[in-house]
């Protein structure tokens, strides 16, 4: 709607009017006063790391933790040392509550490395079993904090607690299928979070080398097998994985602009101890327990659905390959001295298994049999196969997965029964 002149001058004469009123009437000293501390106090909770700000748009995120304080510091700086007498990195983890992140910020500790984790513990999956894995790493010497990829200020903070010669990025949002019910926690997680860690990392004097977890999921719906790095990545079939591929090309933008030093990996349907019950063969066990049927996945034509599934050992292996091998970041403070390494790598088993054999395997560990429900795979994400080639990793990382599935999964197995049957609370299974 257009405005009036009429309605621009009855405007004008009001404000006239109400600064008349102003000037013959001031606002009494104690208003004055109440008015000033409302704004300080507004200030204080806003500004204040005890109220870290609200990560925006997930929900799952909003419960804030207390950071700071001169034994929190300690905390931090005595789980980053590196082991006296050694010449080892000291790393950054986040997502060190989860999966893969557990499993490495473990066995970087084991060696002699410094390590610092950070989470936000949310609750995609059981945080339970975060917290489990948060119990087993804090036995090991490895602190982790609770708070969010996006809070710049903690980042900021850690940075200047610590300077971290690595980061080990795995917090993100993962899952294929779950993008469609909840978009935004890609975006928040894989896109936002991944600008935070890296805006971090740029701001960090020196700047720390940065490898982080992208996805097998890249390769979309290319044919063309096995997958190599050189091949295309622009049909992604899930917003997953199109949250990955814009991270490996925001990569690119901070290791051109600041010479930041990138390594990214490629995991290909990563499983085992510890691992994430939302992924196929950890809620199969379970469905298969209960005698609940499970729906197996088949393409167009009764095709099968398999995948390259790889062992957690492996992974973590391939990990600490990329952060051994990774260059120095070549600037300081926000400032490129020259160009810096940026890689990608697969980091899979090389041995594409259908999801109806990875059945059978579990059927014959858990000497049970499943109640098997074919069904066409929807057209939520998934694609039909995926299968790595590694020598890339092989030549550059030294990475020999040496892991079948029946292997890992018999490890998985063990340990599943073992956690659950203390009532998902402990196992005497170690990272
Ligand atoms: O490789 C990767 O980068 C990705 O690997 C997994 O994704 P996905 O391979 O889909 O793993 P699952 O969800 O465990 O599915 C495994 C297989 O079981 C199939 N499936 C899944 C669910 C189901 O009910 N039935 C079924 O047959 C899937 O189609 C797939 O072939 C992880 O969940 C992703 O986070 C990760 O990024």
Same mark, same amino acid.
């Given at each position: ?13 009001? /404000? ?9 009437? @001031? ?25 870290? @700000? ?21 905390? %931090? ?6 082991? *006296? ?46 917290? *489990? ?28 607690? %610590? ?6 990025? /795995? ?28 805006? *971090?990392?740029?701001? &960090?004097?020196?700047?720390? &080398? %940065?490898?982080? &977890? ?11 097998? @096995? ?42 349907? %990563? ?34 659905? &398999? ?46 298994? @259908? ?18 429900? =074919? =069904? ?56």
């Amino acid at each position: 709607m257009e405005k009036s002149p009429f309605h621009h001058h009855y405007h004008h004469h009001h /404000l006239h009017h109400a600064q008349r009123l102003l000037l013959r009437y @001031p606002l009494p000293k104690f208003v004055l006063l109440s008015l000033l501390l409302v704004v300080a106090l507004f200030f204080f909770f806003h500004f204040s790391p005890l109220s870290s @700000p609200a990560p925006s748009g997930d929900r799952r995120s909003l419960r804030s933790a207390a950071w700071g304080g001169s034994l929190w510091e300690k905390r %931090v700086r005595s789980s980053a040392r590196v082991k *006296a007498g050694r010449r080892g990195a000291s790393v950054l983890v986040t997502g060190a509550a989860g999966f893969v992140g557990s499993h490495v910020a473990a066995a970087l500790k084991r060696r002699g490395d410094g390590v610092l984790g950070l989470d936000n513990f949310n609750d995609y999956y059981e945080p339970s079993l975060k917290r *489990a894995r948060q119990a087993l790493l804090e036995r090991a010497g490895v602190f982790v904090v609770e708070g969010d990829i996006n809070d710049g200020a903690l980042l900021r903070k850690l940075f200047d607690v %610590v300077p971290f010669t690595h980061v080990l990025h /795995l917090a993100a949002q993962a899952g294929v299928r779950y993008a469609m019910r909840n978009p935004s926690s890609y975006v928040h997680s894989n896109v936002a979070g991944l600008v935070s860690v890296l805006e *971090a990392a740029k701001s &960090a004097s020196p700047h720390p &080398a %940065v490898v982080w &977890a992208s996805s097998s999921s890249v390769y979309g719906l290319n044919t063309k097998v @096995p997958f190599s790095e050189s091949d295309r990545t622009d049909r992604p079939a899930s917003l997953y994985a199109a949250t990955k591929k814009a991270g490996e090309e925001i990569a690119h933008v901070y290791n051109h602009i600041y010479g930041l030093s990138i390594t990214g990996l490629r995991f290909f349907t %990563v499983y085992g101890p510890w691992g994430r019950p939302d992924m196929a063969y950890f809620f199969f066990t379970r469905d298969i327990l209960r005698g609940k049927a499970i729906s197996i996945f088949e393409g167009p034509n009764h095709a099968t659905v &398999a995948r390259d599934f790889t062992y957690i050992d492996d992974i973590v292996s391939g990990c600490l390959g990329a952060l051994d091998t990774a260059e120095k970041s070549t600037g300081t403070g926000g400032k490129k001295r020259g160009p810096a390494q940026l890689r990608v790598f697969n980091l899979g088993n090389t041995s594409p298994v @259908p999801v109806s054999d990875l059945v059978a395997i579990l059927e014959k560990l858990l000497k049970k049999k499943a109640d098997r429900k =074919v =069904v066409k795979m929807p057209r939520n994400g998934d694609v039909q196969f995926t299968h790595a080639n590694i020598s890339l990793a092989q030549r550059e990382l030294g990475y020999h997965p040496t892991t079948d599935l029946q292997t890992g999964l018999k490890r998985f197995v063990k340990w599943y029964l073992d956690y659950y049957s203390s009532g998902g609370k402990k196992s005497s299974y170690s990272l």
